[in-house]
């Protein structure tokens, strides 16, 4: 209810009811139905229209890509990074982008931050939302020739994003207790997540994260489309010397955390992370969990931080 009055802002108008509120979603080929998670922006605005009082459309304005003239009707642009293969703009998109962020438009940009172990398997991206906390490679170049003084920078697990309409995590009790622990301490603590923001003059206009997608979908049936396991981080005693002298099958990669620290991460099948070497010499194992109750807390978080994000930008 505390956000009622800002967001009846956002839906009335001096004269009346404002004209519903548009999103737009960039796909390369121009078709939702082509895209990475079709129903997903479709369902998160549905949720959004149902539970707050934004106007927004249920359905996004699709843009081929940000020259289109259309960019500047929409007060916040989607992009799953999937559905744009190449991150090389031309001059018009530069000239669009700069104008458009500058007057206040924002971008979201999903699955713009993937772990180094992913980078060379962007199809496992889609699945994953382990990751480092910074913006991909290709996003930071694309958008150094947009903005060439702004750097991505990680958005501390304290800002307000996380707090703007839904606040903390689903309810937790139906999760196994090694989940269970592992959320709430450090997979989503406090509902946050791995976030790097791009600030022009002082505001957020990009926000990028490992991919949220993939837990916003519903059907016609209004039942999820997707099936989310958890991965989590655990150990046990003589761990750390058994893997010390483990033999691994795949690639090892050091992957940056939030506190500036390496995790030396050692996978066994191409992008299937296995165990991590963390500072302090501390070794932990990669374990996976799925069931009903698991799937259902990640789609309503998910959800949730979605909405937060939508919310956060519009209210700005």
């Known amino acids: 209810m505390r956000f009622l009055l800002i967001l009846l802002l956002l839906c009335f108008c001096d004269v009346g009811v404002c004209s519903e509120l548009r999103i737009g979603q960039v796909i390369a080929d121009g078709g939702l139905h082509r895209g990475y998670y079709p129903n997903a922006l479709p369902s998160l605005l549905r949720h959004i229209r149902e539970t707050t009082t934004a106007n927004v459309a249920e359905e996004p304005v699709v843009l081929a890509d940000f020259s289109d003239p259309r960019l500047f009707e929409l007060p916040f642009v989607y992009v799953n990074c999937a559905d744009r293969p190449d991150w090389t703009f031309t001059d018009a998109e530069k000239t669009a982008l700069r104008g458009y962020l500058q007057r206040g438009g924002f971008l979201y940009l999903d699955a713009g931050i993937t772990a180094a172990f992913l980078r060379e398997h962007p199809e496992y991206g889609q699945h994953h939302s382990y990751a480092e906390w910074d913006a991909s490679p290709e996003i930071k170049a694309a958008f150094k020739t947009v903005f060439p003084d702004a750097e991505f920078e990680t958005l501390k697990r304290s800002d307000e994003l996380y707090r703007t309409f839904y606040s903390g995590l689903p309810d937790t009790s139906l999760l196994p207790d090694t989940v269970r622990s592992y959320t709430e301490k450090e997979k989503w603590p406090d509902g946050t997540?791995?976030?790097?923001?791009?600030?022009?003059?002082?505001?957020?206009?990009?926000?990028?994260?490992?991919?949220?997608?993939?837990?916003?979908?519903?059907?016609?049936?209004?039942?999820?489309?997707?099936?989310?396991?958890?991965?989590?981080?655990?150990?046990?005693?003589?761990?750390?010397?058994?893997?010390?002298?483990a033999s691994y099958g795949g690639a090892k990669f050091e992957v940056a955390r939030e506190d500036g620290g390496k995790d030396i991460i050692y996978c066994q099948e191409e992008a299937m992370p296995s165990w991590a070497n963390e500072p302090g010499g501390r070794w932990r194992i990669f374990k996976y969990y799925g069931s009903r109750e698991i799937s259902d807390f990640a789609h309503q978080y998910y959800t949730q931080l979605g909405t937060n994000i939508i919310v956060y930008a519009l209210t700005r």
């Open 193 to 245: 997540y791995a976030t790097a923001v791009l600030r022009i003059d002082g505001r957020v206009a990009v926000l990028t994260t490992p991919i949220v997608a993939m837990g916003w979908g519903k059907n016609r049936l209004g039942q999820w489309d997707t099936t989310i396991r958890f991965r989590v981080l655990e150990e046990t005693t003589g761990l750390g010397t058994y893997l010390g002298n």
